[in-house]
């Protein structure tokens, strides 16, 4: 109660040091609270260390890391060994009829091992069985949690009701975990309906996940996988599907769920904890400072304490307890602005972000809160309790009157407060200088396309109703000819991907006039289906030969454009117009028909915008090409003001087909703006956590500065007495403050060189040493430093020679 009361005979003192200590108690609880949830939280089933995805890794081929074949997966299910149980799943998107009006939804296929290996159980009902699973198996549908509480009101009589997906009836057999109800987390589960004894070979577009048997490790998992890829190859597959298992160094790969949940995010929020760990210490610094200058002002007292018999111990003991109460008042605060503050940051994450839905201010983060409550009250408090309780520091009573010189001792350490204040501001600002850098260069690298005036919407068409290609080929026609006729319509097309968003499959091709020997492995190449008027829509450039026409959306088409990246890569200093390539034929009996290169375009950011253009093919819906059974289109339709047109789109999509939902309808600058939101926000965090610490930095060298003229109020009355100019007082102290800032500068320039390596996979086109931020980031910080020491600076001249000589 007497550390209380100290302080609050001090209430200035308290406010200020309070705050401050709030504003970097909650910078940190509120950027905690945030890894808590993503990163540190296990995930909600049941021995949930234990799961793991399994994924491909071809590193010959430049594949890090993709999905599983299903004849890979079932010849792992059948020689498990360190597995307790595995599931193989695929994502896929549904049209739900028969409801008010037509919507996709999300679902998934899986095999019946699916929620045993989760350690979901049911909520309701039962799962599908083995039988169930199989290609002529009834078809039967498991609802998620949510979608039977939202669409079903929860009723029990649920179970045993039909539902249609792609307008084939389902019966509803069960109900979900509410385990599995996670942001983006499909509505509908099915079974996965594939034939066990004869999977397909090579198609890489499955997942798999796998629950591991006690004390066994994602290492020695993928040891004991690797062997069966061995035996795989003696099964008899084909040749270019050997070629690609061998030339491309193909090894399974085992990682905990956890991890790639949450994937990349990882390095960014230790950053941001980092970064506001830093301005948690700026805060410490300029309250120390204030410790140290109180108790300078408190000498007389302690000096009476020990002529009355207190002790060192006791001495110490008193300033710490004030020390942790001051902190305790600081922390109480900073929860109260983390409280207010989360929300915002939550708002400002981007969707994409895994497991928000798990951060909170929770018990971990008040525990936490504490903690560096406690530590923040022994940075701040140790030192000036262990200074103005030394023996020494008593004999120099006669140095605490306020009209004293500022010993060098005490100004030493002050100084050192401050530089170390500046160093690590300057550590934030070089941080967020590099990445405002690559977001400029991001916001203004070449799309490929022009993205404005653009709208976006997906439409998956059935196989009951759209069994062929021929049938897939004339409704993306017809209804791109329909979205044409809508008024104020420039333009419109449709493609199987759109840019920026996802990324375009690839498969092996084989080139006219550059035979693959036999074993080798033909160039993988990537591609996209069109439909009429895509390039058109995008504002592509076309560089050589022309567009496809309405002549090339016919069953027997064999032209393709391909963009500059593949006709460079492929035929360096020729003409690609006129040059064939085929799907690799793969040791087929009846190899794939040539396809004639008739155009190339301009390159497309695929991929997103931070990674490199890859080359591509753009075929069109034809029997013969790739993908040619693909029956989910994204349509893109330009026009003034047709972002706020959705009905018309909905309309021209109803006017052939009343039972097709749209999906993901928005504008393609909402795509492109989204493919870097994560990005953006890393930058903004880190830019927030930049400006408090330029402004606290400012704030503790003003205070220094300031305090340093009141103790020499006296020198600088009798200097300007002596007829020194006022404006040569002003320099004095001007420069005092630079010289600190300088030091603290130089300090921070080689820390930040050391630590924005960190930044290196964040970074887009900007070296982590970029001179020209680091540059412009110092000198910004000495504009603030002299403004900082201007005020203290100004008061200094205009000190009465008269009046001081009364101190």
């Known amino acids: 109660m007497s550390a209380l009361r100290s302080l609050v005979k001090q209430p200035r003192f308290t406010l200020v040091a309070a705050l401050t200590l709030a504003l970097g108690v909650g910078a940190v609880a509120s950027i905690f609270s945030v890894v ?38 079932f010849a792992y299910e059948h020689d498990n060994q360190i597995f307790e149980s595995m599931a193989l799943f695929q994502r896929r998107r549904a049209n739900l009829v028969g409801t008010s009006a037509p919507e996709m939804v999300e679902s998934i296929a899986t095999t019946h091992t699916y929620f045993d290996t989760l350690g979901a159980p049911f909520s309701r009902g039962r799962g599908y069985s083995l039988a169930e699973e199989g290609p002529d198996g009834p078809r039967v549908v498991v609802l998620s ?118 994937g990349d995010l990882q390095r960014p929020l230790w950053i941001l904890l980092g970064t506001v760990g830093m301005l948690l210490l700026i805060a410490c610094a300029n309250v120390a400072n204030l410790f140290l200058v109180r108790a300078e002002g408190r000498q007389r007292e302690i000096a009476v304490r020990v002529a009355l018999g207190a002790t060192r111990t006791s001495l110490i003991r008193q300033l710490m307890a004030e020390a942790l109460t001051l902190s305790a008042i600081g922390a109480a605060l900073g929860l109260l602005v983390a409280g207010a503050g989360l929300p915002a940051l939550l708002r400002l994450a981007p969707p994409s972000i895994p497991r928000l839905d798990q951060v909170a201010l929770d018990l971990t983060v008040m525990l936490f809160t504490a903690g560096i409550a406690i530590g923040s009250a022994l940075l701040f408090g140790l030192l000036p309790a262990l200074r103005y309780t030394r023996p020494a520091a008593i004999a120099a009573l006669k140095h605490g009157g306020r009209g004293g010189t500022d010993e060098p001792a005490r100004r030493r350490a002050r100084n050192a407060l401050v530089v170390l204040q500046t160093a690590m501001a300057l550590v934030l600002l070089v941080g967020s200088g590099l990445l405002a850098r690559s977001f400029s260069k991001l916001v203004t690298t070449d799309l490929g396309f022009d993205a404005r005036d653009v709208m976006t919407f997906r439409v998956a068409l059935p196989a009951a109703d759209y069994a062929d290609e021929a049938a897939t080929r004339n409704f993306v026609t017809n209804l791109v000819a329909r979205l044409r006729e809508i008024p104020g319509v420039e333009s419109a097309g449709a493609a199987t991907v759109l840019p920026v968003a996802n990324a375009a499959p690839g498969s092996a091709h084989e080139l006219e006039g550059r035979p693959v020997a036999a074993g080798q492995l033909p160039p993988m190449v990537h591609y996209k289906v069109v439909g009429p008027g895509y390039f058109d829509t995008m504002r592509m450039p076309l560089a050589r030969g022309r567009d496809l026409h309405s002549g090339d959306f016919t069953s027997d088409n064999r032209n393709i454009v391909v963009n500059q990246a593949l006709a460079e890569l492929y035929w360096p200093g020729q003409d690609a117009v006129g040059k064939r390539i085929r799907l690799s034929p793969g040791g087929a009996a009846t190899p794939p028909p040539w396809f004639t290169v008739v155009g190339v375009v301009g390159n497309e950011r695929q991929d997103g915008l931070r990674l490199p253009v890859r080359p591509l093919i753009y075929y069109t819906p034809n029997d013969g090409s790739v993908n040619a059974q693909s029956r989910i289109f994204d349509y893109v339709v330009r026009g003034p003001g047709i972002t706020g047109r959705a009905d018309a789109l909905r309309a021209a999509v109803w006017s052939i087909d009343r039972n097709l939902p749209l999906a993901t309808v928005r504008s393609l600058q909402e795509i492109v703006d989204r493919s870097i939101v994560e990005f953006t926000f890393t930058m903004i965090t880190l830019a927030i956590a930049a400006g408090m610490a330029l402004l606290l930095g400012g704030i503790g060298l003003y205070g220094v500065l300031s305090y340093a003229v009141t103790l020499r109020t006296r020198e600088i009355g009798v200097r300007l007495a002596l007829g020194a100019p006022p404006a040569r007082v002003m320099r004095s102290v001007v420069a005092n403050g630079a010289a600190i800032a300088l030091i603290g500068i130089a300090i921070g320039l080689a820390a930040a060189a050391g630590l924005t390596r960190f930044l290196g996979t964040l970074l887009f086109e900007t070296p982590a040493l970029d001179v020209p931020t680091f540059a412009a980031m110092a000198a910004a910080l000495l504009g603030v430093a002299v403004l900082a020491s201007f005020l203290p600076a100004r008061r200094a001249a205009g000190v009465s020679p008269m009046e001081s000589m009364k101190e």
């Open 145 to 262: 949690h949510r979608a039977w509480r939202d669409r079903y009101a929860g009723a029990d009589t649920t179970i045993g009701q039909v539902v249609r997906l792609d307008n084939q009836p389902h019966e509803i057999i069960g109900v979900a975990s509410p385990l599995l109800d996670v942001p983006n987390s499909p509505d509908f589960f099915v079974p996965l309906r594939i034939n066990r004894k004869t999977p397909t070979q090579g198609q890489f577009g499955w997942n798999a996940i796998a629950r591991l048997k006690r004390g066994v490790d994602v290492s020695t998992a993928a040891a004991h996988l690797t062997p069966i890829i061995g035996k795989l190859m003696d099964a008899g597959i084909s040749p270019t599907y050997r070629a690609f298992i061998t030339e491309g160094g193909y090894v399974p790969q085992v990682r905990l769920m956890k991890e790639d949940l949450v």
């Open 36 to 73: 808590n949830g993503i990163l540190l939280k296990p995930l909600p089933y049941a021995a949930a260390d234990r799961l793991v995805n399994v994924w491909s890794h071809a590193p010959k081929l430049g594949y890090p890391q993709f999905p599983l074949s299903p004849d890979i997966f």
